[in-house]
């Protein structure tokens, strides 16, 4: 059965958090959304959005997560997951598999997009490339 004694109710409205720097990527801005504090560090919800335009992207990584899925709100991102690029448009949900080699080289100015991760504390870790990467499209 859960154990429901070690989370608590968390409700968080627009309003509430703020965008800011100092995540994971330097190029994105992220709002947290209260679950790590809710779950005791469990999962991980936060929206993600475009704050500069692409250059170089994420580079080849991967996780050392348990469970990630990526729901895009708004805009596009692509993706390189192994050696196949993969659009990711607004309404596409992603279930990054654990270990995963993946690689965002590109995406819209109005990219947006829901990311829930456990551990809320995972780790990217950089790997060896696995093909070649295209060009990002430079923002007008």
Request: hydrophobic fraction near 40%; aromatic fraction near 12%; charged fraction near 25%.
């Amino acid at each position: 059965m859960l154990d429901r004694t070690d989370t608590k109710f968390s409700h968080v409205k627009p309003g509430d958090t703020d965008y800011v720097s100092g995540g994971l990527r330097d190029f994105f801005l992220y709002r947290d959304l209260g679950v790590a504090d809710a779950t005791n560090g469990r999962v991980i919800a936060h929206l993600v959005k475009a704050n500069m335009a692409p250059e170089t992207g994420t580079g080849w990584h991967r996780h050392e997560a348990d469970f990630q899925i990526v729901y895009m709100l708004k805009g596009w991102a692509r993706f390189m997951y192994e050696d196949k690029e993969t659009l990711v448009a607004a309404g596409d949900v992603v279930h990054q598999r654990p270990g995963i080699r993946h690689y965002l080289f590109d995406y819209s100015p109005d990219m947006e997009y829901l990311e829930i991760v456990s551990p809320a504390d995972f780790k990217s870790i950089d790997v060896e490339p696995a093909c070649e990467v295209p060009a990002p499209t430079p923002w007008k």
